[in-house]
């Protein structure tokens, strides 16, 4: 049996060379605690595709509602339909909002919410419409696998069909919620009810297929075992090679504060930036890692600039479904402190948009530049 050792130094050579790692080099990782040269393999992905740039956004939430019909157990943030914290905004509500982003300069809203018992389709395009009247040059970032699968639902209409309703009303790229664990082990524990696995993939098959950007997520430390992690990378890596629509991972840590798991105890350091380097490394086609500080904590998302991020995500504000689950990161901070904190790890922080080109702002406005190139390294991936 080659010890764990043996096994890193093949890995060492494999990424060196831009091979792809296996499933099995995966597992390799996992069993391996020498975070150092996990980190420092993770970093040669990272700067081929990067470089030493270190992206960031400025951009704001939206949860149009936190009624859910479905229960997940890792979920702080639903609330029943008679619940007295239940809420939907209206259209001021929306309004209002997509405008205060408008004025603080944000070139990106996130909307993701629940998945309401009573409300039609037309709401959520709607949302969308209402957003994009009140601030047309702000790019919608909407709707997760899961709430478009609650949409042909409720529309009867096939996927396609719905996602195009969303983009003739103005949606730009969907975020990469409701992941959660692929393998049905896991995920019929935890998430059962909602959108399968192959439907969560068929909805960004079919977005790639009509154009739009998508990104990925992947929820751990939670009941998952390192096989799940893996396995779960495997499936990304494979639907990006089909289709290459995927722009960004985030793995996100699990806080289990008022969630049905609240047992569970929080992910450790070493295992989220264990978890940042071994995707970075397993999703060799992914041109983006993403450590979200919301979730991380300001402090591990620093560091994970050097263990394969390369994106801070955004100055984010009105972060809700963290926030419910006893996150204690701020619910902003600001482009000045987001900048020190990227170049405090030698990093060049560059804002972006969310189709990453490089922002330029002038006094008051801001436009979207050119595609950021890397050009210190040629090729890009493996
Ligand atoms: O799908 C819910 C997760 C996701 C908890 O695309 C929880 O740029 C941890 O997907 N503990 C929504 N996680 C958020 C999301 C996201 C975030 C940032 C950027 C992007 C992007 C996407 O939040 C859900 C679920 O996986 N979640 N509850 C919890 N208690
Ligand atoms: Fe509903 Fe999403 Fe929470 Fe699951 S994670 S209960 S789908 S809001």
């Given at each position: 049996m080659a010890t764990v050792a043996a096994e890193l130094r093949k890995i060492r050579d494999k990424v060196e060379a831009g091979q792809r790692l296996t499933f099995e080099d995966g597992m390799t990782l996992e069993a391996s605690n020498d975070i150092f040269t996990i980190g420092e393999l993770a970093n040669i992905v990272r700067e081929r595709y990067n470089g030493n740039f270190g992206y960031y956004n400025v951009n704001t939430h939206i949860n149009p509602t936190n009624v859910c019909v479905y229960k997940c157990d890792f979920c702080a943030f639903r609330a029943d339909?008679?619940?007295?914290?239940?809420?939907?905004?209206?259209?001021?509500?929306?309004?209002?909002?997509?405008?205060q982003a408008h004025d603080r300069g944000a070139t990106e809203l996130h909307i993701v919410g629940g998945l309401h018992h009573k409300l039609p389709f037309q709401y959520y395009v709607d949302v969308v419409k209402w957003v994009k009247e009140a601030a047309p040059e702000i790019h919608v970032k909407a709707y997760t696998g899961v709430e478009v699968e609650w949409f042909v639902k409720i529309d009867r209409k096939p996927i396609r069909d719905i996602l195009q309703a969303l983009i003739d009303a103005g949606l730009g790229s969907l975020p990469g919620g409701g992941a959660e664990i692929f393998h049905p082990e896991v995920r019929e524990q935890i998430c059962g009810a909602k959108a399968n696995t192959e439907t969560w993939l068929?909805?960004?098959?079919?977005?790639?297929?009509?154009?739009?950007?998508?990104?990925?997520?992947?929820?751990?430390?939670?009941?998952?075992?390192?096989?799940?992690?893996?396995?779960?990378?495997?499936?990304?890596?494979?639907?990006?090679?089909?289709?290459?629509?995927?722009?960004?991972?985030?793995?996100?840590?699990?806080?289990?504060?008022?969630?049905?798991?609240?047992?569970?105890p929080k992910p450790s350091g070493v295992m989220d930036l264990k978890t940042m380097a071994i995707s970075r490394l397993m999703l060799d086609n992914f041109p983006h890692i993403k450590a979200y500080w919301v979730m991380l904590g300001i402090k591990i998302a620093q560091v994970a600039l050097k263990f394969g991020a390369d994106d801070l995500d955004g100055t984010v504000v009105?972060?809700?479904?963290?926030?419910?689950?006893?996150?204690?990161?701020?619910?902003?901070?600001?482009?000045?402190?987001?900048?020190?904190?990227?170049?405090?790890?030698?990093?060049?922080?560059?804002?972006?948009d969310t189709l990453y080109h490089k922002v330029e702002r002038s006094e008051g406005s801001w436009r979207a530049g050119d595609?950021?190139?890397?050009?210190?390294?040629?090729?890009?991936?493996?």
């Amino acid at each position: 049996m080659a010890t764990v050792a043996a096994e890193l130094r093949k890995i060492r050579d494999k990424v060196e060379a831009g091979q792809r790692l296996t499933f099995e080099d995966g597992m390799t990782l996992e069993a391996s605690n020498d975070i150092f040269t996990i980190g420092e393999l993770a970093n040669i992905v990272r700067e081929r595709y990067n470089g030493n740039f270190g992206y960031y956004n400025v951009n704001t939430h939206i949860n149009p509602t936190n009624v859910c019909v479905y229960k997940c157990d890792f979920c702080a943030f639903r609330a029943d339909l008679d619940d007295k914290r239940a809420y939907t905004m209206d259209r001021d509500q929306i309004i209002e909002r997509a405008k205060q982003a408008h004025d603080r300069g944000a070139t990106e809203l996130h909307i993701v919410g629940g998945l309401h018992h009573k409300l039609p389709f037309q709401y959520y395009v709607d949302v969308v419409k209402w957003v994009k009247e009140a601030a047309p040059e702000i790019h919608v970032k909407a709707y997760t696998g899961v709430e478009v699968e609650w949409f042909v639902k409720i529309d009867r209409k096939p996927i396609r069909d719905i996602l195009q309703a969303l983009i003739d009303a103005g949606l730009g790229s969907l975020p990469g919620g409701g992941a959660e664990i692929f393998h049905p082990e896991v995920r019929e524990q935890i998430c059962g009810a909602k959108a399968n696995t192959e439907t969560w993939l068929e909805v960004h098959r079919t977005a790639h297929q009509l154009g739009l950007k998508s990104n990925a997520t992947m929820l751990y430390g939670h009941i998952e075992k390192a096989q799940h992690r893996i396995d779960h990378l495997m499936r990304l890596r494979e639907l990006q090679d089909e289709t290459g629509g995927f722009q960004t991972f985030i793995p996100l840590a699990f806080h289990p504060d008022h969630s049905r798991m609240d047992e569970i105890p929080k992910p450790s350091g070493v295992m989220d930036l264990k978890t940042m380097a071994i995707s970075r490394l397993m999703l060799d086609n992914f041109p983006h890692i993403k450590a979200y500080w919301v979730m991380l904590g300001i402090k591990i998302a620093q560091v994970a600039l050097k263990f394969g991020a390369d994106d801070l995500d955004g100055t984010v504000v009105h972060e809700t479904i963290y926030h419910a689950a006893g996150a204690e990161t701020p619910q902003e901070i600001s482009v000045k402190e987001i900048r020190r904190l990227i170049a405090e790890t030698g990093r060049e922080p560059v804002e972006r948009d969310t189709l990453y080109h490089k922002v330029e702002r002038s006094e008051g406005s801001w436009r979207a530049g050119d595609a950021i190139k890397v050009t210190a390294l040629a090729g890009v991936g493996r």
